[in-house]
């Protein structure tokens, strides 16, 4: 069983038991000499590219995350870098349910994909990696306005309805990326996974919370861009990770949107380069937007409509009622009522109570394995809800413990049965236990028969929220299950690892720890052995580029780099944008 690493970071240390069950070990050993290699070329790119783009002055916003151009950084340093502003980070495998990853979010802890992208994919990559979520994520969290916007957006996602089919979209993405950065997959996997995809994108029905939550974070936290609507900057974090498409989405061609509450309507692929961007003038503005949405969300409006997602969503949810009790479950059924919006409530299966999100004492799933009721609504000939009555008002009305009782409430619901027990909150009714008990609507049907034994009747008089997942979560898990599709790992073959070995030793050259004098038996191994490199003559160009007693190494790594890319298009951009880096001299800050 894997033990749960801290990084002796306060944040992490205060993650409920349900959200461990997604961390796995970064395994930094792991990295090899070129996923570092890759890690520095992109980085190098980005900032030549984003020291002007990027919304924040991109150095010192790596520093502050802890990261650095020259290597993949460690979760501990990432932790170090974080706890100053109050955050922390994880690594997970892959893609994780979005209703997980807005939930890290609330917690103030940010999600990194172990893997790093492969040479093929490193552009872009069609799956999360460590150079997406820390290099693209981290470097803005220290931004105090965009900080605030992202914890409460994991807050609010924490609380939205998805439904069964986002679950099944999850798997399908999950599923296709994981396939896509696999070495030497079959091409009929990837199309019969696509197919997947593809069929669950046409049959997801009317989008649920959840997923119009996530155009909202895609628009924004993944591919948003701030500023004047001529001259935005990117702040998106799959924007700022994506050396490709981080310069492409300034083209006009890509259309710029004022980011409003619309942006709900636009769904995205996240296969494709985006063909429109949001532009948000402040990051105020973020938080604005995600408050307009959460105003129409279960969780603020509750009610029938709260009711009613929340029985189509299929997950477990949390019924809020006016007196403060949290009942949680599979919400089964409810009756409508004029007066207070319902009056009768059922889950199903395991159920539990809470308050102010603490599981309440003796009110756990073992007193309610088969779901809980709840009653709503007001006593005949009284003018408050039942749920205000105190000991001695319901004595008056013939309510006590251990009588029989009849009662009828405004709405017509009857309820006739043998009273156990009483259950107050602040001297305030709370539960009414009943030993047999029939309760009937106004129009005649038996909501409970007394055949069905024993009754813990919850009471209220409102329901102001219903939301997703348990009020208390670090008890109770948030229903989710481990994806089976695990990523996975490369096995490289002999004459991989030799080629990994001649970057560690390019690196030990650049770092001044041996001497120059290695690279032509370096440059003459990648000529006879490794034709289609390209990364590892970059990195001695750029060793060699200015020092004249290499100029003979240098020239023909730069003619080889040249023909290249005539003869490789794939490789052409990169190879052109690694040289102009070379001959502007850069200077990395």
Known sequence: MQVFQDFNNEQVKRLPEHLRKYIVDQEYDHYTPVDHALWRYVMRQNYSYLKDAAYYPYIPGLKKAGLTIEKIPSLQEINDALSEIEWGAVTVDGFIPPAAFMEYQAW????????????????YTPAPDIIHESAGHAP??????????LSHLGAVGAKAMFSKQDHELYEAIRALSILKETYGVDPEEVKAAEDVLFSCQQNMGAPSEMALLSRLQWWT???????PLDNPKIYGAGLLSSIGESSSCMRPEVKKIPYTIDAIHYPYDITKPQPYLFVTPTFENLLDVLREFESGMAMTTGGVSGLTKAISSEQICTIVLNNGVQVFGLVASFVEDNEFGTSWITTKGP???CRDDKALKNSGKDQFPNGCTILIGRLNNTQ????QHNEVSLSELGITRGTDCHFVLSNGIAVEGSITDLIFHQEKLEQIHFGEVEIISADARILHSKSQGNLKLIVGSGVPSVFSGAADKMIFDDGLQLSGKKTKRVEYAEKDVQYHALFALIREIREGNRTTEELSNIWLTLQNNYSDDWLASLEIA??????????LIYQEVRRHLELKCRTSPAHKKLIVDGLSIIDQKMVFE
């Open 108 to 123: 103030r802890v940010l999600v990194v994909a172990a893997d790093i992208r492969t040479l093929d994919h490193i552009e």
């Open 140 to 149: 803005i969290i220290s931004d105090v306005h965009y900080n605030k916007f």
């Open 221 to 227: 936290v993944e591919y948003g861009l701030i500023g």
């Open 351 to 353: 159920s539990a109570l």
């Open 384 to 387: 408050v809800g039942i749920d």
């Open 542 to 551: 750029e060793i060699t580029a200015y020092d004249e007693a290499l100029l």
